[in-house]
């Protein structure tokens, strides 16, 4: 139990081009998704904490309208990077905790950008 | 200061050795303590949780806590090379909801 997958796994895109990344819950609801981002040999970074049906709380120094974030369902949280550049390549992850709790975050197995 | 430290690596053994692995904290509202195990370009995984101060086990793995000096233990017995990862510890706080801070990971390498 407690699966959460995104989509797609890896995407390259050109820059100034949108790309959106999707985060699902499989088999359980999830009331706040987390979004998180990962360059390499470093640790996690958080970016947002999205809640279902309410704007998403963004951490200090990343730009909201940059990183559009929309948790639509119980089941369901979109990251997209707008007008996306190089320095936006990256391993984005994101995670989920059961509605009603506990509030343990489950990983999904994350996405790697190229921007070219 | 980083609120959570943790060594980078990366650390290196032979199979079969016991493995320690460790994170040190400062602030002491820091109530709930886990590990979790990351593969290369994988998200990562929760391997064990714990509360408070004390030691838990599950199979090969045991984490500690120890409050009063603020500092947490994973021990990984009879170490396999399916075991090579980096392995994050992260914690995070009664007030602050479903909020995590990690530590930077360490980069294990279990040698056949």
């Known amino acids: 139990g407690a699966v959460v997958s995104q989509h797609p796994s890896w995407v390259i895109c050109k820059s100034g081009t949108s790309v959106k990344i999707e985060c699902r819950s499989l088999d359980f609801q999830a009331t706040t998704m987390f979004w998180y981002r990962q360059f390499p040999k470093q640790s996690l970074m958080l970016m947002a904490t999205?809640?279902?049906?309410?704007?998403?709380?963004?951490e200090q120094g990343v730009e909201k309208d940059k990183f559009l974030i929309n948790h639509a369902s119980l089941t369901l949280s979109t990251l997209t990077v707008t007008s996306a550049h190089p320095e936006d390549s990256s391993f984005y992850i994101c995670?989920?905790?059961?509605?009603?709790?506990?509030?343990?975050?489950?990983f999904g197995p994350g996405t790697r950008l190229t921007v070219t | 200061q980083k609120e959570v430290e943790q060594d980078p690596g990366p650390l290196s053994v032979p199979e079969g050795a016991i493995v320690s692995l460790n994170c040190t904290y400062s602030?002491?509202?820091?109530?709930?303590f886990m590990w979790y195990r990351q593969y290369s370009r994988k998200g990562p995984e929760l391997l064990m949780y714990?509360?408070?101060?004390g030691n838990k086990e599950d199979g090969r793995f045991t984490a500690q806590v120890d409050k009063s000096s603020k500092y947490i233990s994973l021990f990984i017995r009879d170490s396999q090379p399916s075991d090579s990862a980096t392995y994050l510890c992260?914690?995070?706080?009664?007030?602050?909801?479903?909020?995590?801070?990690f530590g930077e990971g360490t980069q294990l390498t279990v040698n056949p």
């Open positions: 992260a914690m995070r706080k009664e007030t602050s909801g479903s909020r995590l801070t």
């Open positions: 995670s989920a905790i059961l509605a009603g709790g506990p509030y343990e975050q489950y």
């Open positions: 602030n002491s509202a820091f109530q709930y």
């Open positions: 714990t509360y408070s101060s």
């Open positions: 999205s809640n279902e049906g309410s704007k998403a709380t963004y």
